[in-house]
């Protein structure tokens, strides 16, 4: 993602003489953000979720900057007359990619989804959850700049659904930006650059101290390179132990990531020691 995406003065309505379900909404996704978007129901949040992905567009107002976009929706069509294979490898090749690459990367996403058992089942077979796991797959197969989810996480296993955070941490990590919505408060909890509410047609900004996220955390004890500057990473916390040695602590879903950007890093960093940990971390060990 190059540059921002951009909402000015936004405003949706599903009829003429409709009520307004957005109205006035500036906002700006930037490259590596990662937005919250919550509310109560029947606020607002998918069909500013559908804006966001270019699926629908606004009854007034301006989107501009439109990256490569992706999305999940709330309803993913199951009933496709597919396998996920076939689905998937068909939309690999709508993207660009030749037909072994598509089948390659197809498999790829069905394996990290454990997905694998039935990629070749009819889709109109599937349960919901296994669906699901094609709906993720379609979405992250594009390789996208901005990846939009919309309850993406319900009905997923909890295997899948460490790997779609991980997913996350991936793209927003090489630079993408991630919108979500989830029923879930913990959901990534402590990790989003900007949680927004959608309220009586408008968005607000969260702006109160977000409580310490609990839950499984990992614990990394780096030594830096001469001068070297910590990678950009959303950390739950990063405290300079001695100088040029920190303590990264991490929400557990993100530390495949961290210790990736780390190890890969030119000059690279020395990984001291990794330890689990369940937190609330303390506030002072937050960044
Ligand atoms: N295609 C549509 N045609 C007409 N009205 C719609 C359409 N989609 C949504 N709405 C209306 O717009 C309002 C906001 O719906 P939306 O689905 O965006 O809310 P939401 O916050 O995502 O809800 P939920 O939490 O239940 O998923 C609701 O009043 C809904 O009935």
């Given at each position: 993602?190059h540059?921002?995406?951009?909402?000015?003065?936004?405003?949706?309505?599903?009829?003429l003489r409709?009520?307004?379900?957005?109205?006035?909404?500036?906002?700006?996704i930037?490259?590596?953000?990662?937005?919250?978007v919550?509310?109560?129901?029947?606020?607002?949040?998918?069909?500013?979720?559908?804006?966001?992905?270019?699926?629908?567009?606004?009854t007034?107002?301006?989107?501009?900057?439109?990256?490569r976009?992706a999305?999940v929706?709330?309803r993913?069509?199951?009933?496709?007359?597919?396998?996920?294979?076939?689905?998937?490898?068909?939309?690999?090749?709508?993207?660009g990619?030749?037909r072994?690459?598509?089948?390659?990367?197809?498999?790829?996403?069905?394996?990290?989804?454990?997905?694998?058992p039935?990629?070749?089942?009819?889709?109109?077979?599937?349960?919901?959850?296994s669906?699901?796991?094609?709906?993720?797959?379609?979405?992250?197969?594009?390789?996208?700049?901005?990846?939009?989810?919309?309850?993406?996480?319900?009905g997923?296993?909890?295997?899948?659904?460490?790997?779609?955070?991980?997913?996350?941490?991936?793209?927003?990590?090489?630079?993408?930006?991630?919108?979500?919505?989830?029923h879930?408060?913990?959901?990534?909890?402590?990790?989003?650059?900007?949680t927004?509410?959608?309220?009586?047609?408008?968005?607000?900004?969260?702006t109160?101290?977000?409580?310490?996220?609990?839950?499984?955390?990992?614990?990394?004890?780096?030594?830096?390179?001469?001068?070297?500057?910590?990678?950009?990473?959303?950390l739950?916390?990063?405290?300079?132990?001695?100088p040029?040695?920190?303590?990264l602590?991490?929400?557990?879903?993100?530390?495949?990531?961290?210790?990736?950007?780390?190890?890969?890093?030119?000059?690279?960093?020395h990984?001291?020691?990794?330890?689990?940990?369940?937190?609330?971390?303390?506030?002072?060990?937050?960044?």
């Open positions: 993602m540059r921002a995406l951009r909402l000015d003065n936004v405003g949706r309505r599903y009829n409709g009520p307004w379900v957005l109205r006035n909404v500036d906002l700006m930037s490259p590596g953000d990662l937005v919250r919550e509310g109560t129901n029947g606020t607002g949040k998918s069909t500013l979720l559908r804006l966001l992905a270019g699926i629908d567009a606004p007034e107002g301006r989107i501009t900057g439109r990256p976009t999305y929706p709330e993913f069509p199951s009933a496709l007359p597919f396998t996920p294979a076939g689905y998937l490898t068909h939309l690999g090749a709508v993207h990619l030749s072994a690459a598509a089948a390659r990367a197809a498999d790829d996403w069905l394996h990290r989804f454990g997905a694998t039935y990629a070749r089942t009819p889709m109109s077979q599937l349960s919901k959850g669906s699901q796991k094609v709906a993720v797959a379609q979405a992250l197969l594009a390789d996208p700049e901005l990846l939009v989810l919309d309850e993406a996480w319900t997923l296993d909890a295997a899948a659904r460490s790997e779609l955070e991980r997913a996350v941490a991936e793209r927003t990590a090489a630079g993408g930006a991630v919108v979500f919505v989830d879930d408060p913990s959901r990534l909890a402590g990790v989003p650059d900007a927004y509410a959608v309220r009586d047609g408008a968005l607000d900004r969260r109160e101290q977000v409580t310490a996220p609990a839950g499984p955390h990992v614990v990394v004890e780096v030594q830096g390179p001469p001068g070297g500057r910590l990678p950009d990473l959303p739950a916390s990063a405290r300079e132990t001695v040029g040695a920190y303590r602590t991490v929400p557990a879903s993100h530390s495949d990531v961290l210790l990736r950007t780390l190890l890969t890093a030119r000059p690279s960093w990984v001291v020691s990794v330890a689990h940990a369940d937190l609330p971390l303390d506030q002072e060990d937050r960044a």
